[in-house]
């Protein structure tokens, strides 16, 4: 699934989104972009990871499905996997 803060750009529209200072630079903190209040990390709370680790069995023929659309065929396994659930009201 996509993240709904990612988007396509052009290189044309990346270089005017730079200009405009709209790019989060790595170099720079959140605090010092502005994107963070002031009292953000007073109200932090670390939050465990909801997933679990298994070792799942599947057919060859499922597993080489997934395979041939390159890195991230165990995101997408998961990501099928979760909308089933969802439909099935887990």
Same mark, same amino acid.
């Given at each position: 699934?996509?993240?709904?803060?990612?988007r396509r750009?052009?290189?044309?529209e %990346?270089?005017?989104?730079?200009?405009? +200072?709209e790019?989060?630079r790595?170099?720079s903190?959140?605090e010092e972009? +502005?994107? $963070?209040?002031?009292d953000?990390?007073e109200k932090?709370a670390? %939050?465990?990871p909801?997933?679990?680790?298994?070792?799942l &069995?599947v057919?060859?023929?499922v597993f080489?499905?997934? &395979?041939?659309?390159g &890195? +991230?065929?165990l995101?997408?396994?998961?990501?099928v $996997?979760a909308?089933y659930?969802?439909a099935k009201g +887990?």
């Open positions: 699934m996509t993240s709904p803060d990612i750009a052009s290189l044309a %990346v270089r005017e989104m730079d200009e405009r +200072g790019l989060h790595e170099d903190a959140p972009d +502005g994107l $963070l209040p002031e953000f990390w932090a670390l %939050v465990a909801s997933r679990v680790s298994v070792h &069995k057919d060859a023929r080489d499905f997934f &395979k041939r659309g &890195k +991230g065929h995101t997408r396994m998961q990501d $996997l909308a659930a969802r +887990g």
